[in-house]
């Protein structure tokens, strides 16, 4: 039997998944990454991994991680694939258990298991504070093992550059870029998975890595791949600010117990131990007595801005709040926080054991992404699949914390055996399509990196990507006004006129990042349009998304799924049913007493 | 949003900051120092010189250059990418603050590796060397398999250090017996063997990773300097992994001898 080939692109959690899983299965993956594969974004990945494995007798169920989850994402996710992931949920940590991830233990030597966001139950394993490092090292080391047999081969130091599209349009292989030589070379499959991340660089500074950009899924979008619910984005609401990026504070340090005020008294200007207890503002557990320091993300996000802007009480003066863990004993520190507890060690001098955290909300997760199906994670394309934080799927308008690592690994669970199935149907493997097609695209593509290398122009490609990063930044993420949606949008265009204009400050042919960036740029530009217009068009409030000319959720026009597509140049929208055929939506109230 | 650390918010003080950097555009050409006057703000670290470079590249005496090549990832130390020899100390560029460096800063990339462009080093070894030592969990399948063993808390504090390792080169590059002239693996690799060796599963296979680290480049080419112990970012104990991975190699060669 002839055996396909299956292209992944992206090698974080979901894309390392989809590998071990098409390599498990006999499949030959070729596995393309911009960085080594270890140093993906995941490895950013703190507080843990949700699985209802209820080993705290506290009743927890599969169907309440569902329900939590649903409820969390404000009923905007389509609810088969969520009450699947997270059915799938206890296998998986067991699964990672046995690939040696280093979960933290309870005295009986089981995983332990601790509270996070928008829960009442301890559902998330975790390894320390650096859950998500653990369990990408343990795929990593997994996919070694297929390397070192043949099965999976690697291009680490790749850029991918687009689809390769017969005039069926149908997704023959892609086209990629070697980052050291500048080579540019296409590679025929069968299928290909894109776990291409998030797209954090589009708002300039975020918790992201440097290389979540959205080039990937912005350039498949504009090769007619179908993009959803852009509009929402997760704002964390605890990181430290900083200029080249918002440095998590994981959601975890909550769940351990810590404790998030502002002094009772506006521009307070003694140091924080020393404001005694009556007279700190602990306004999360005033507000949502339920739920307390641990209410989802977005209403965390909101309650910040609440004290820092309506109140006038961020700490003296200045848009931050005190995120307290100096009460927790030094010991329970250490075991379960000590990964970022060091972090805010380091970048800011201060040991946080003592002193408690400023910290601020700062751009950290896209819930929308690639529009795939509900049952293969196929996208609207035929050979081309989406896992990972790239999919739109699992969280709806909002994400609670520790479901992006089980959805990242269950995505790849699922897109690794679809595309095989996908793949073993095909009339006609990858090897009949005729070389022209191939060709067609690479010097396409070589066009464009020559057309940018030689001509002659005025701006600088940083200074246009700083600009986007303020605007988004400013107007596209926790409070959103259709005004500055709509200002925003002509401010990306104006962009995009002036990137016709990018000089290239480095013309060499190799190892330059100016170029790769340069493509990335343009990427970046089109969907932060995306986003921009999402927003505009969706007048309600739901999840993360949040408009105070339209507060409410309004199910009756808006209880729908934005799709967003690429026509000539055009982007187009079109919105689709929500299947919420498990769980009929219901208000989200995160401040009630019962 | 507007957040305390804006680019041109509160800085503004007036004070500079000096760095040089050792570029090298390819490998045919030479290696030469450039100087760059960089406006100081609070929190700066090496990155942002970087990336202050890649939008005005002009050295300090008016000269129009390149951005600078670097490799950089997750910006909080975790995914290993930016290590570079910053006034003559290897370590990760995002978490080196300029205010804790004497100037003018001087910056380099790491020397042990092949240099492919600026700050840009290939450590591809690394991972091929994690390959040869046999790195991982020999797990039968990623489908439903139930749990995993059962583990003490004190043996998965005592392990959990170990598999922070974040492969940045640092332990290398200081390391003596990393030159031209051999092909010592390195402490991070070997470190990884005492991971692997010690878990549950791993232990079953223990003999594989012992009879590949007792190979060419392996643990007998250590010769004790323990300057990787200082470098390291993660601290992870090192030189008691060479020393717990050298007890175990010799007890195998023992016990190989004596069955013949």
Known sequence: ?594 | MVTETSKHGSAGSGKKVLVRFKRQEDLREKPHWEEFSLDHRPGMNIIICLRDIAEHPVTSDGKPTTPIAYDANCLEEVCGACAMVVNGRPRQACSTLVDSLQQPIRVEPLSKFPIVRDMIVDRSSMFTNLMRMKAWVPIDGTYDLGPGPRMSPETQEKHYPLSRCITCGNCLEVCPQVNENSAFVGAAIISQVRLFNSHPTGAMHARERLAAVMGPGGVADCANAQNCVEVCPKEIPLTESIAEINRQAIRQAVVGWLLG
Not at chain 1, 73 to 79: E, K, P, S, Y
């Open chain 1, 1 to 594: 039997m002839r055996q396909p080939k299956i292209i992944v692109v992206g090698g974080g959690l979901a894309g390392l998944m989809a590998t071990i899983r098409a390599a498990e299965s006999g499949v030959t993956v070729e596995l393309f990454s911009i960085v080594p594969v270890k140093r993906s974004h995941s490895v950013c990945a703190q507080g843990g991994i949700n699985a209802a494995k209820n080993l705290k007798g506290e009743g927890d169920s599969t169907a309440k991680h569902f329900d939590d989850s649903i409820y969390g994402g404000d009923f905007l996710a389509n609810q088969p694939p969520v009450k699947a992931m997270c059915e799938a949920a206890p296998g998986i940590v067991d699964m990672l258990d046995r690939m040696g991830v280093m979960f933290n233990r309870t005295s009986e030597g089981l995983l332990d298991f601790r509270r996070f966001g928008g829960t009442l139950y301890c559902r998330t394993a975790f390894a320390g504070a650096t859950t998500g490092q653990q369990m990408l090292y343990a795929l990593d080391e997994q996919v070694r093992r297929f390397e070192s047999e043949d099965k999976v081969k690697k291009y680490e130091g790749w850029t991918f550059l687009s689809a390769v599209l017969d005039e069926g349009k149908v997704c023959r292989g892609i086209c990629a870029m070697d980052l050291k030589t500048m080579e540019v070379r296409t590679f025929p499959a069968d299928a290909t998975i894109f776990c291409t991340g998030g797209i954090g660089a589009i708002f300039g500074r975020s918790t992201n890595s440097v290389v979540c950009t959205g080039s990937a899924q912005s350039a498949l979008f504009q090769q007619g791949v179908d993009y959803a619910n852009g509009e929402f984005i997760q704002v964390h609401p605890t990181a430290i600010p900083g200029e080249d990026k918002c440095r998590l504070m994981s959601e975890s340090a909550r769940g351990e117990g810590g404790r998030m005020w502002v002094p009772k008294k506006p521009g307070d200007a003694r140091r924080p131990r020393e404001i005694p207890e009556a007279e700190r503002f602990y306004f999360l557990e005033e507000w949502y007595p339920k739920y307390g320091n641990l209410v989802p993300r977005d209403i965390a996000t909101r309650a910040i801005h609440k004290a820092v802007y309506e109140l006038k009480q961020g700490l003296d003066g200045r848009p931050a709040v005190y995120l307290d863990v100096t009460h927790i004993p030094r010991d329970t520190l250490n075991r379960k926080l000590g990964g970022i507890l060091e972090i805010y060690e380091k970048f800011l001098g201060v040991d946080p054991r003592e002193e408690p955290m400023r910290v601020f909300p700062a751009m950290h997760y896209t819930m929308g992404g690639i529009w795939i199906d509900n049952e293969n994670a196929a996208t609207n394309v035929a050979g081309i699949y989406a896992a990972g934080e790239c999919d739109y799927q699992y969280h709806g308008a909002n994400r609670l914390g520790a479901n992006s690592l089980v959805s990242c690994i269950y995505g790849g669970m699922v897109a690794g055996p679809a595309s095989i199935r996908y793949a073993r149907g095909l009339e006609k493997g990858y090897e009949s399509v005729p070389a022209t097609l191939f060709d067609a695209e690479r010097r396409k593509q070589e066009f464009i990196n020559e057309s940018l290398l030689h001509q002659e122009g005025t701006e600088n490609p940083v200074t246009i990507w700083n600009e986007l990063g303020e605007w988004m930044n400013e107007h596209v993420t926790v409070v959103r006004h259709n005004k500055n949606l709509e200002r925003t949008d002509a401010k990306i265009q104006e962009l995009l006129e002036r990137y016709k204009k990018i000089n290239l400050s480095d013309r060499t042919s190799w190892s330059n990042q100016t170029l790769s960036f340069c493509r990335e740029l343009y990427n970046m530009l089109i969907l932060a349009r995306v986003i921009t217009i999402g927003a505009l068009r969706r007048d309600e409030s739901r999840g993360a998304h949040y408009k105070p000319d339209f507060t409410e959720r309004n199910d009756a026009e808006w209880l729908k799924t934005t799709r967003a597509s690429y026509d000539r140049g055009q982007i187009k929208f079109s919105y689709e049913r929500v299947d919420t055929g498990a769980i009929p939506p219901r208000a989200r109230r995160y401040d009630a007493q019962a």
